[in-house]
C-alpha cells in the first residue's frame, strides 16, 4: 500500500482513510490482531451518523455484529479493548465468546462515544473483509435449454481445443450452476442470513417488480469474453449476458440491488455497477470442483 494512496474505507456515508503502519504478529496467536494496524482520519467527526442516546450517565451508543467477531474488538488479553477505552473516554461492553448480541458504548461525551463506535465500526469492517466468502447473490441461467447449448459449447471446445495447453473437461462450469453474480457476501450469523433474505424482498416490493413489469425477463447469452488483457494468461472464460428486447432493465436491476446491499454494508463497495457475465470456464474448477 502506497503512502500517498492508502486505502480507503467507505462508513455510513462517509469515506476515511485507512494510514498503513507497522503491524505485530504474535508466535503462537496468529489470529489475534492488534488494534495498532491503522489510524482513521477524516475531515470531521460524523457526528450525526450513528443512533446516540443521552442517558441519566451520559451517552449511550450499541453497535450490532456477529459474535465471530467480537475477538477483534477485544484483541489479545483484551488490549484492544482497553485501548479504545481509554483513548475515547468510554466503556465498551462485549457479548461473551458464542453469545448474539449488541456492543454497548457508555461515557461521559457524546463525542467520545462517536469516537469508539467509529473506531469499532473500522475494526469490523476490516476484519469482515478478511472472512471467506460465503454466500452470494445471483440470477441462475440454468434453463434447459441454456444447459443444452453450454454442453454443446463444451463439446466444440475439447474437440478443436483439447490439445492446448491447460484445457480439459475439468475447468468448465457445472451446468446446472451456470448463474449470473450480482455480489459476494460475508454472512457470519443467522441474523445477517435472515436480515438478507428480508432486504431481497424489500428490493422487490420497492423496485424489482417495476423494473421486471412483474414477469421474467428473457436474457441471451452470447459472445465470450475473458477477464484480463493477455489472452496467454487467461484463467477465467465467461459468456455475456444481456436483455433479449435490447433495453437496459437487466443491468438497472443488478445495480440497484448491488447498491442497497453496498448501503448496509453486507457487500463491501468495490465497483458501482455489476458487469453481466456468466463464467463458463475458470481453471479453479481444476482444483475445486465446487467452486462457484
Not at 453469545?99 to 469499532?120: D, L, N
Not at 449470473?180 to 431481497?200: A, D, F, K, P, W
Not at 428490493?203 to 488483457?229: Q, R, T, W
Request: hydrophobic share 35%; aromatic share 8%; net charge negative.
Amino acid at each position: 500500500m502506497e503512502v500517498l494512496r492508502p486505502q480507503l474505507i467507505r462508513l455510513g456515508g462517509r469515506i476515511y482513510r485507512k494510514n498503513p503502519i507497522q503491524e505485530q504478529t504474535y508466535q503462537h496467536e496468529e489470529e489475534d490482531e492488534d488494534f495498532c494496524q491503522g489510524f482513521m482520519e477524516c475531515a470531521e467527526e460524523p457526528c450525526d451518523a450513528y443512533e446516540v442516546v443521552q442517558t441519566q450517565q451520559g451517552f449511550r451508543c450499541t453497535v450490532k455484529a456477529p459474535s465471530l467477531l467480537y475477538k477483534h474488538i477485544v484483541g489479545k488479553r483484551g488490549d484492544t479493548r482497553k485501548k479504545l477505552e481509554v483513548e475515547t473516554k468510554t466503556s465498551i461492553s462485549i457479548p461473551k465468546p458464542g453469545q448474539e448480541g449488541e456492543i454497548v458504548i457508555t461515557g461521559q461525551h457524546r463525542s467520545g462515544v462517536i469516537s469508539a463506535r467509529t473506531r469499532i465500526d473500522v475494526l469490523l469492517l476490516t476484519f469482515r473483509r478478511k472472512q471467506p466468502f460465503t454466500h452470494f447473490l445471483a440470477f441462475f441461467l440454468n434453463e434447459v435449454e441454456v444447459q443444452e447449448r453450454f454442453l454443446k459449447f463444451q463439446e466444440e471446445v475439447l474437440e478443436k481445443c483439447s490439445m492446448d495447453h491447460g484445457v480439459d473437461s475439468s475447468i468448465f462450469q457445472n451446468p446446472r450452476k451456470l448463474h449470473l453474480t450480482i455480489g459476494m457476501l460475508v454472512l457470519l450469523s443467522e441474523q445477517e442470513i435472515q436480515q438478507t433474505c428480508e432486504m431481497l424482498q424489500q428490493c422487490k416490493k420497492e423496485f424489482i417488480d417495476d423494473i421486471s413489469g412483474g414477469k421474467p425477463l428473457e436474457v441471451e447469452m452470447a459472445g465470450i469474453e475473458y477477464m484480463n488483457d493477455d489472452p496467454g494468461m487467461v484463467d477465467v472464460l465467461y459468456a455475456k449476458v444481456h436483455m433479449k428486447d435490447g433495453s437496459n432493465r437487466l443491468q438497472e436491476l443488478v445495480n440497484r440491488v448491488l447498491e442497497r446491499f453496498q448501503a448496509s454494508g453486507l457487500i463491501v463497495k468495490e465497483w458501482n455497477s455489476v458487469k453481466l457475465h456468466a463464467t463458463v470456464m475458470n481453471t479453479l474448477f481444476r482444483k475445486d470442483p465446487n467452486a462457484l
